[in-house]
């Protein structure tokens, strides 16, 4: 279909982002705390959040590493 949105993760950040989502949602259900990724998860949700605004044709940051 041409709205489809494809991505493919690595199992690493397929976990982070499984994570993420898992933690927000108890946190708007119920308030749980959301506690701080580490450095590595931190930078592998930022590559999926880029990636994912690249597809969806999202104006990039002027530090966007496809820029440079
Ligand atoms: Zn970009």
């Known amino acids: 279909m041409p ?3 494809t ?3 690595d199992h ?3 976990e982070d982002l499984y994570a993420t989502l898992y ?3 108890e946190h708007i259900a119920a308030s749980a705390a ?3 990724p580490t ?11 880029q990636d994912l605004g ?13 820029l440079s």
């Open 54 to 66: 690249h597809r969806l044709g999202r104006a990039c940051s002027p530090y966007c590493n496809h």
């Open 23 to 25: 933690q927000v949602g």
């Open 12 to 14: 690493a950040t397929a």
């Open 3 to 5: 709205d489809d949105v």
């Open 34 to 36: 959301i506690t701080a």
């Open 39 to 49: 450095t590595d998860q931190a930078e592998r949700i930022g590559h999926l959040l």
């Open 7 to 9: 991505l493919r993760l």
